[in-house]
């Protein structure tokens, strides 16, 4: 049974000197506010002031894909993880055994950013103080379930807690927002917004497309009959979205192509959508004419816009059969930026109303593409490293690759994209630290001095997610 | 006339707290038994008890395309290192001549792995304590000549000494494995296996593909007259050589493009190769289709499959036209995965049964492509850093771009894949320490603790290669 | 008011033992004469003895889209920054005005390399203490107004300052080199050398290419009426570039592609294009058939030909259609050389008569395409890390990604590339703190002795570009 510690200057150094003054630096922004303008908790746990997180088990490992996926690759099957079939078939129930397994698997996270999040959560959030594996597995089960039920682990009370000042959900664009309502009336004093995705009705070949088309109309009150409605109906729930506080909206594409149809081919690929016709070239090309429509609407209605390129998702077919998506599934693909985003760029970049977000999952594309294109264009602005390089080196790379064309004042800050609610605080401490430790080496080789790095740490933690987003 | 030196702490470093933590965990694993479960040591050198290995220029210099291609690549032609040419014209042949030519350009290696290995090999294989350059060349070459003279400097002496514990060949399918056969017989306490490759009767266009095929026959006792008695012909070689001890298959490809074909164009792609009508979209379809067959064959014989993909061979025309394959101009391109594996994993990583491990030379895919679905897919290893990449900084890259998501007990630990018999120790050695430096690092930044370091070190310096090829 | 300081040990470190090292190696080079064989120097500069450099704002912003693409980015306007118009129209005129927006935005350039650049300019050249922002502005232009009218700030007078050694230009295939004839005329024994770049006569989609074409009739007296006589056309600037001291031809092209076409093929495409006919495909064509006709002639009059491949120029069409070329958009796509490359390198990279310094946007290309080529063709060499990658971290990635397969003797040393002419000394300063480092960085970690690490540094700092050069 070995001790769980948190170094206090961890993921710095080790250079004494450039240790110390990132740990001068962090120590500035260790206590700001969180800013989350983009992530996927669920706002029902806000709705809800007692809304339990049920157990250990429930709540770290049948949600978390990155957990799960890690442990399927050294064979373990998600029945005995206890995720759901699709077919409702049995899958293991006993938490406790679950809970067991992980533990004597928890090696596998060693040097992971999934381990540095649970073992810091362990150890913030629910106060242990062993390392996880198969001989304290049913210990720390105990200690978690039991601070599970106290009521300062309702979600509102740890929202407090994180000292989080604002939190971006992100929602269909067929999502009626009644959670979002719920959490207003409620008269609770915290920021939640919503924020506008319509990838499920935008994309032909998404699963339940055409089922997603019928839930606009109802939802929008603009039957969907053809094109022009679609678009209607877009603008429709984009107004609403904003009314009901959103800053943002998000595309999630194979590929960052863009291209304008027009309004005859538009109209007519649709129909035949509509219909349940369409092939892969028809709906790459209206996923591209769809880009350039909500870059449009963006530029009119002021929603940022927010691109996430290069995932080709549910690629494991047998396990997404059986289990259904986001399973831990989703392979990254090479990307391309600087010709796909030409006529975006080109009709709309320059619009001081339009403003862009982009996230890679091809770090090649950092120096060689983004960082340029974002050093240009006065609307375009770079997210942080995004799903496996939200990492100590992910974010290393990111720095190095990115910052000395586009400098910091052309990336939009961090932000956690987690649907692990209890993970939050430590993937901003993370992202902290590694600015901190960045800007020291900048400090400690002489390129900046600490006055600068001093704005600039606190623009990396805070300003420029709020700048970035308007929040 | 400068000194050679070998410091005690080389390739780690430069912090002195990392360094002092990197030299604890090395200590540990510097007298660890070498794994080499990939390679290319010719099986003949140790089926003779009294084999020799020539001169010094015989051993280091002629079949080594590492070193004359950075001495081509200044200039000097092959013909005066004695590289043979097909033809049979005269090439050099004084020894000394050759070697002073080497020492006198060996500034070239500074800094490179080439450089590295050689200079150890000086050393420790060798005794040499004075630097090589031109000056010293003739007495260097004396040393080394007197040591291969001595009866130490046998193969199999070596193998002893340099603490192999198990070492697999490189074999062509044809191979009757006579020299293994001769190991086994001599009764020499030592386990060497064959690799079963079949690149050479897959692939329509490698040179003597029809040869190839008509000593299939020959071996295999089946005539391969047609596609289905090319598969049996492959499945039994298979089978002899696992009866034989091979643990694994290796395949090279260009790009890692899989699909199957149906029996029926697989049938009549062959009919037609047989006949030397084939194009280059056949061969291409065909050589994917032969991987999902391996794949397989693998998933039902248990042979390991591995796949080395991206080199674009014997790039230089004029230079291969006259001294034949593998003469250091091969080339490497861009590699895709994601989309080239998808029909081989979705048909076969999810069996237990099956195992595939995977080499690339185009770094961009280990942190997009493959850390991903090797931290999916239950039957995905990664393979070191390969060729190119075999070295400090590729190992760095490696670490740094893997291991986050990945983690390590999803790569195969390390293999050497050397031709160069003596430099086997100091190739396992820079991995070793490169591997010590890099949980150092983990160490000293906090992302884990010694106790996790202290396994790790030992998994990667031994355990995974043994595990992922079933050893 | 903050105080400007320029840390004698800037760029190197942060380990104490490594940064003392680098220190000794960087002070044994840091007086070395500047060799700089490629740029884009005006060289009507150095024509004149007495020309002026205008005020600060002519000097350092408007011809500097380095420094203009940042602020643009950031909302500011072309014309605000005095950058002219293509229509002539107004732009802001009061140069105190714009040194204001750009002082108060100077914070934009925090870490990147245009700040370390500006900043020892500033320090250096014009003795500025002070740190550059709102408050500093007009204070810190007055100093430099001054230092611009003191007579040891004509051109010539800074090239004998910055101890400047060689000096290539960058010129048009049409140009008649009055400048240079004028430098020669005048007496003035400092080696300013024209360099043949020859895209504005060879790419037909180039702006005003038909328009070149009748220029480049006129200079040299060979009627371009058809391929035959472009050729000869080509061969007679070469020509007369050599005999006013060339050394070197320099093009630039989207891809690396090259392909011989038929004489018959040539002559049509060409044909056609004098007559404003052809495609898109044409052009590619030709550009790729006229890279190889380029290498023909450097393997004839040994003219080293450099190839700067992958950038997207004009990217922002509204911004060069109201400003012009070149204006900070240009914007790097993905690139490949190892097939695009072949036929060029097959048909000449033996031919001893022939060089070849290949640059590249795409830094995926260094450990995957471009070292393994340098490290076998004899005639091939690595150019420094180009434009967005002229940095501390693009030298880093450039010297750990290239260096381990080509080694250093395969690369072309350092050029600056620069127009802006004062930067000079601060960009091969940079670079020779980074190899400094760098080697270093090899001693410590016992890879290298001092010995060869001295060696290195003076190669790397001064010798490889003259031989790389023939200077």
């Not at 064979?75 to 129930?93: A, F, M, S, Y």
């Not at 963006?298 to 690629?315: A, I, K, P």
């Not at 209890?422 to 960045?438: Q, T």
Request: with cysteine; glycine share 6%; charged share 25%.
């Amino acid at each position: 049974m070995a001790e769980l510690t948190l170094p206090e200057d961890r993921f710095l150094g080790p250079d004494p000197t450039q240790k110390d003054v990132a740990r001068q630096l962090y120590d500035t922004v260790a206590g700001l506010p969180l800013v989350c303008p983009h992530g996927h908790v669920d706002p029902r746990l806000l709705a809800d002031p007692d809304y339990t997180f049920g157990t250990p088990v429930d709540l770290l490992i049948i949600p978390d894909h990155y957990i799960f996926r890690m442990l399927y690759s050294q064979g373990i099957r998600l029945e005995n993880l206890g995720v759901p079939r699709q077919d409702g078939g049995p899958v293991e129930t006993d938490h406790r055994k679950i809970w067991q397994t992980c533990a004597e698997h928890f090696y596998l996270f060693r040097g992971t950013p999934t381990g540095i999040w649970l073992n810091q959560e362990l150890y913030e959030v629910f106060g242990i103080r062993e390392k996880l594996d198969g001989s304290t597995a049913q210990a720390i089960y105990d200690q978690i379930a039991e601070r599970l039920e106290s009521p300062e682990f309702r979600p509102r009370q740890l929202y407090e807690q994180f000292n989080i000042e604002v939190l971006c959900t992100t929602d269909a664009a067929t999502d009626t927002l009644e959670h979002h309502q719920a959490i207003r009336d409620s008269g609770w004093d915290a920021t939640i917004r919503p924020t506008f995705r319509p990838d499920a009705v935008v994309n032909f070949n998404h699963a339940g497309w055409r089922t997603n088309i019928d839930r606009l109309s109802e939802v929008s009150g603009i039957e969907v009959n053809g094109y022009p409605a679609f678009i209607q109906a877009l603008e429709q729930r984009r107004a609403f979205f904003k009314s009901m506080g959103a800053a943002a909206t998000d595309h999630a594409a194979l590929t960052a192509y863009t291209g304008r149809l027009s309004d005859r081919d538009a109209t007519s690929i649709f129909r035949r959508a509509l219909r349940g016709e369409f092939t892969a070239d028809e709906t790459a090309h209206f996923t591209g004419h769809m880009l350039m429509e909500m870059a449009r609407m963006s530029s009119e209605d002021g929603l940022v816009m927010q691109l996430h390129v290069g995932s080709l998702r549910d690629y494991n077919t047998t396990l997404a059969a059986r289990f259904g998506r986001d399973k831990g599934a989703d392979i990254p693909v090479q990307s391309e930026f600087t010709r796909n985003l030409h006529p975006l760029l080109n009709a709309y970049a320059d619009d001081p109303r339009f403003r862009l977000i982009l996230f890679t999952l091809d770090e090649t594309t950092y120096a060689r593409e983004l960082a340029p294109l974002a050093g240009h264009y006065p609307t375009v602005l770079l997210g942080p490293p995004w799903w496996f390089h939200d990492s100590l080196n992910g974010m290393i790379r990111f720095f190095d690759q990115v910052m000395e064309t586009a400098g910091i004042y052309n990336t939009a800050g961090f932000n956690d994209d987690t649907r692990a609610y209890p993970s939050i605080p430590a993937r901003h401490d993370v992202w902290r630290r590694a600015s901190a430790n960045w800007l020291a080496g900048l400090v400690v080789r002489g390129l900046i001095d600490m006055a600068d790095a001093g704005e600039m740490i606190k623009d990396l933690s805070y300003n420029l997610a709020k700048r970035a987003y308007n929040l």
